[in-house]
Structure formats: structure tokens, C-alpha cells
């Protein structure tokens, strides 16, 4: 089994930056490929930025040039940094494993972009 626990999220004005981490609960040094999805209000799971065992990284449309994900393996650790955040950006975040044929999900952080 693989735990995953995110944090960060929070309320934030447009314009402003989050990072969001996401820890687990053992070595992501083998897990194929990191994610970060989210989920807003009446809409589907969207993938925002994913990152390979071997640090290759891919980003929605929205999220390229504004976020980016790394993964710090000595800290079993992924993050998501966020920039120039817009209302559109509010949904909950969710941190992803891929690990051979299964998937697993965290909890989910709430992120809100509002004035």
C-alpha cells in the first residue's frame, strides 16, 4: 500500500502562489510516474503536471509556464509550486502514485483563488 498526504492548500488572492506538497509513505525513487490532478466543482479530474521516475515532467495546457512540479526523493516528497493563480485554478488537489498496474490518491487539498 501507498499513502499519500497532501497539504498546502488554503485560500489565496489572484495573482498570488501556493505549494503544494505531497508526502509518502514510502521511497518514491521507483514509483514510475508522480502527479498532481484536481477537481473543481461540477467538473471531471483533470490532470495538471506529471513527473516521471526519471524527472521528465508533462503539464495540462492551463498549467504550463505557471506551475511546477518536482519531486525531492530523499524526503519521499512531491510538490506542486503554483504561480499567478486565477479564480479558475480553485478546485481540490489531489497528489497521485502510478506504481506498475495500480494508482493511488490522496485525500485531497482544497485550494481557493478569491479576492
Known amino acids: 500500500q501507498v499513502q499519500l498526504v497532501e497539504s498546502g492548500g488554503g485560500l489565496v488572492q489572484p495573482g498570488g502562489s501556493l505549494r503544494l506538497p505531497c508526502v509518502v509513505s514510502?521511497?518514491?525513487?521507483?514509483?514510475?510516474?508522480m502527479g498532481w490532478y484536481r477537481q473543481a466543482p461540477g467538473k471531471q479530474r483533470e490532470l495538471v503536471a506529471s513527473?516521471?521516475?526519471?524527472?521528465?515532467?508533462n503539464y495540462a495546457d492551463s498549467a504550463k509556464g505557471l506551475f511546477t512540479i518536482s519531486r525531492d526523493n530523499a524526503k519521499n516528497t512531491v510538490y506542486l509550486q503554483m504561480n499567478s493563480l486565477k479564480p479558475e485554478d480553485t478546485a481540490v488537489y489531489y497528489c497521485?502514485?502510478?506504481?506498475?498496474?495500480?494508482?493511488?490518491w490522496g485525500q485531497g487539498t482544497q485550494v481557493t483563488v478569491s479576492s
Open positions: 513527473i516521471s521516475s526519471g524527472g521528465s515532467t
Open positions: 514510502r521511497s518514491i525513487f521507483s514509483i514510475n510516474v
Open positions: 497521485n502514485a502510478r506504481l506498475g498496474f495500480s494508482m493511488y
